[in-house]
C-alpha cells in the first residue's frame, strides 16, 4: 500500500499545527508565570500542567483531523512547529498576554484600590473612635484628679481657717 502525497502532506501540517498550538500554550503560560513570579514548587505543577495540557491538545487535532495515531514523523512535525512558533511568534504572544493580564489588573485595580480605600477609611474612623473614647476617658481622669486636689485645697484651707 502507498501513502499518497496528499495525506503525507496533511500529516505534515498536524504535525506542524500541533506543535505551533502546544508552542503558543507554552508562550502564554511562560507570560503568566513571570507575570505571576511563581516559586520553584508551584512552578513544577505550572510545567507539568503545561504538559498535560500538551497531550490533550495532541489527541485533540488528532480526533479533529483524521483521527489516525500520531507518527514518529508526525512528532518530528510537531516538535518542529513548536520550535518555529517560539522562534517567530511566541515573543509577540508573550507581549501581547502580559499586556492582556497589565489590563485585567487595570480594569480590577478600582475594586482592589476602593476595597482598600474603604477598609483603610474604616479603619482610620474605628482608630478615630477609639482615640476619642480614650481621650474622653483621659478627661474624666483629668477632671477626677482634679476634683481631689480641689477636695484636697478646700480641706487644707478649712483647716487653715
Known sequence: ???????????LLRGLLTGGA??????????????????RGLS???DLLFWLL??????LVDLRMGGEPF???QLIAAVCGLVLYLLTLGRLTERLTGLVMTGIRF??????????GLRLYLGAWAEKARSLFLLGRRRLRRRSSADRVRKKIRKNYKKML
Open 1 to 11: 500500500m502507498t501513502v499518497s502525497a496528499a495525506v503525507q502532506l496533511m500529516a
Open 22 to 39: 502546544c508552542g503558543a500554550l507554552a508562550a502564554v503560560m511562560n507570560a503568566v508565570r513571570e507575570r505571576l513570579r511563581m516559586g
Open 44 to 46: 513544577m505543577v505550572w
Open 54 to 59: 500538551c497531550g490533550l491538545t495532541v489527541v
Open 71 to 73: 507518527r514518529g514523523p
Open 107 to 116: 480594569a480590577l485595580s478600582p475594586v482592589f484600590f476602593l476595597g482598600r
